[in-house]
């Protein structure tokens, strides 16, 4: 009976889900305080069997994603001697931030099909559609975005940063950096055996403004006049302070 | 120490945002100008986005206009009708640059006009300030030469609505003070800055008020269209970061006592020269920019395209 039972499974491995994943994160919240410099979160996890492991490589693959916004981006070009915007392109939705941990190269941990499926991948993530109308060569303005991003450090890949420990503890440390947005950010872990998705978990992280940065924030939208009228009156008495001070300090 | 900006939404070290309002402040109270034209170039250097920058920097020469001007009321060196003249005129420029300022965010070319508007005025008044002040200092190393007249009658005089401004001396028409404080008061809207590097040669030269009343009747009348600027900025558009402000006030107004201590020290000549040079410095960096081909010819705002 058990020895059928193995042999079903064996055959029909992922398909039956013989492996699922458990995973939690340090914090399911991140409050962005005035001397908010970046967050690091743990996320960790075991892979739970009811059967041997089958065989094959298994991988971890980890997305953290930010809250989704419409981007605009434009080219400068050269305009009567000097560097002016010039093309655009509207982006429909692409995310403020996001970040694919691996354990292994991204190429060999997950097959095409279950890319485009799950949509692990940047390209996929953003999903460009109707562009190509707006610009002659808009897949180099999706490109650009990307890069820029990169380099702001809001888009990473970071291959084999997921730790595995005996194939079935994991943990990885995901940095979220300085010039975060607010919002919800999407967690998905996702183990895969043969570059298949054998299981899934999805969590979020609740981003949000606390304390001064929240109070301001919210008083600049919904009451801007009296957020303007503060701003101003901070001036007015700095800069009174300030005279009256140096006055007392001279005699 | 890292301090988060609320509308900025950024992650800047505090005590840089106070070296940046200290150097300025000091270099407004070595030279008595507001120091807008410095501090809001520098805040899109550290990578502020430009419209925080210029709604910002013009909560920041509140600051220290204000410091600056209550000197000058000390002194009786504010000519207030004359200030309530430029004020009109600079509340409806104002009006009129943010409107511009919105709709150009708008399509993507604030950037472009801004930078124009500082090459084109910083290049030009540096160098007028520049010859000017050569000169004088040539003139006054040679004993008995001629000294040019500060007051002469020009077409300006023969304007009609004449009114008597009494501490500047002067018997005028109100309309050129009235287009000089729009022009002052819209390029405060969309630079950022008080115009006091644009007010106070225009007072001297074109409305031939007294040197001595010049710069605290102009400080008197920044004060308040940066301050209608601000407000404006901070309803129609969100871009006031009163964090980042009060950082660069707090150094600001600082700075401004001390430079304003060493100005004493100096010879007036000399200073228009180094001020000039100054100015004419952050003109040819922002021209640079503009000329040379940028690393990265890309750029992306979030939003959608109008």
Redo the contacts between chains.
């Keep these: 009976m058990i020895r059928a039972l193995l042999f079903w499974l064996l055959l029909f491995g992922p398909a039956f889900a013989s492996e699922g994943i458990v995973a939690g994160l340090s914090q399911n919240r991140v409050s962005i305080t005035a001397d908010f410099n970046g967050s690091e979160i743990l996320i960790y996890g075991a892979v739970k069997r009811d059967a041997p492991a089958p065989k094959g490589q298994m991988h971890v693959i980890i997305t953290v994603e930010g809250p989704k916004t419409p981007i605009i981006v434009r080219k400068k070009a050269r305009r009567f001697g000097i560097y002016v915007n010039d093309e655009s392109v509207q982006i429909k939705s692409a995310p403020s931030f996001y970040a694919v941990a691996t354990t292994g190269r991204l190429a060999e941990t997950l097959s095409e099909t279950e890319n485009l499926r799950h949509r692990i991948t940047l390209p996929l993530v953003i999903r460009p559609v109707g562009i190509s109308a707006q610009a002659e060569d808009a897949p180099d303005f999706v490109a650009a975005m990307i890069r820029v991003r990169e380099k702001e450090g809001r888009y990473r890949l970071v291959e084999r940063s997921v730790q595995f420990t005996e194939a079935t503890l994991f943990r990885a440390d995901i940095d979220l950096p300085a010039n975060l947005s607010e919002g919800l950010y999407g967690v998905r872990v996702f183990l895969t055996r043969n570059g298949q998705v054998v299981d899934r978990f999805d969590q979020q992280i609740n981003v949000r403004k606390a304390g001064l940065e929240r109070v301001l924030f919210n008083m600049s939208r919904e009451q801007p006049l009296l957020y303007g009228l503060l701003s101003l009156l901070i001036a007015v008495v700095a800069g009174w302070a300030a005279s009256a001070l140096f006055r007392q300090m001279k005699r | ?4 900006l ?2 900025a ?3 800047v070290n505090a005590f840089l945002l106070l070296g940046i309002g200290g150097v300025v402040g000091f270099l407004s109270g070595l030279f008595g100008v507001g120091g807008g034209f410095l501090i809001t170039p520098l805040l899109f250097f550290i990578g502020i986005p430009p419209a925080i920058a210029v709604a910002t920097g013009a ?2 020469v ?6 600056g001007v ?2 000058q009321v000390k002194r009786k060196a504010v000519d207030f009708p004359m200030g309530f003249v430029l004020l009109a005129g600079g509340l409806a420029g104002s009006f009129i640059g943010v409107w511009v300022f919105a709709r150009l965010t708008a399509a ?2 604030v ?2 006009f801004v930078q124009l508007s500082y090459v084109l005025f910083l290049g030009g008044i540096g160098l007028m300030m520049f010859w000017e002040s050569v000169g004088a200092l040539r003139r006054s190393s040679k004993a008995g030469a001629p000294i040019r007249r500060s007051h002469t009658h020009n077409w300006v005089h023969g304007l009609p609505f004449k009114m008597k401004f009494r501490a500047s001396g002067l018997y005028i028409s109100v309309l050129p003070p009235l287009a000089v404080g729009a022009l002052v008061g819209f390029l405060a809207a969309i630079m950022g800055v008080g115009g006091g590097f644009i007010m106070v040669p225009a007072m001297i030269y074109l409305l031939g008020m007294p040197t001595k009343v010049v710069i605290g009747t102009s400080l008197f009348q920044i004060i308040f269209v940066t ?1 209608f600027t ?6 129609t558009a ?1 871009t ?1 970061d ?2 980042l ?2 950082l660069l ?2 150094g600001g ?2 700075g ?2 001390l430079g304003a ?1 060493v100005s004493g020290r100096l010879r007036a000549e000399q200073l228009r020269i180094l001020l000039s040079l100054m100015v004419l410095g952050v003109a040819v960096k922002i021209a640079a920019d ?5 690393a ?10 109008p």
């Design positions: 120490m890292q301090i988060y609320p509308i939404e950024l992650s909560n920041q509140v600051a220290s206009s204000i410091s209550l000197a993507g070319q950037d472009l301050a601000t407000i404006m900025h901070a309803v969100n006031v009163m964090m402000a009060v006030i707090l107004v600082i401004a006592q201590q503009l000329l040379l081909r940028p990265e010819l890309y750029t992306i705002t979030p939003g959608l395209l």
